[in-house]
């Protein structure tokens, strides 16, 4: 078993997130993942740009979703169940339009 760590390779991957977001050896199960990182980009965004449509947080969020369809409906399910911390949905023109706003 002759084998090479790929200390170089992991090294450049990881984030000051993976250090910080977590004790370490935590029971919980919490971890940095790209869903944490898609999660704190929206929070950030919405609380930088109070009342941006769906469409445009989208658009300036760069997400670990493959499709834009795909980040638009999850960005709001978890929103709507209160996964993405910080942020609420309001809905304008008879649910046409939704907006996201900064809690508190």
């Known amino acids: 078993m002759r084998r090479k760590a790929l200390v170089s390779k992991i090294m450049a991957i990881l984030t000051k997130e993976h250090r910080t977001f977590a004790e370490a050896g935590n029971c919980d199960g919490k971890r940095f993942t790209p869903f944490q990182a898609t999660c704190m980009k929206v929070a950030a ?5 109070p009342g941006i449509i769906l469409k445009d947080l989208i658009e300036s ?3 670990h979703y493959t499709s834009t369809s795909i980040a638009r409906t999850s960005i709001l399910k978890w929103t709507q169940q209160g996964i993405i911390k910080g942020i609420h949905i309001e809905y304008e023109d008879e649910g046409k339009t939704i907006r996201f706003y900064p809690n508190g």
């Open 45 to 49: 965004t919405v609380k930088a740009s």
């Open 61 to 63: 969020v760069d997400t």
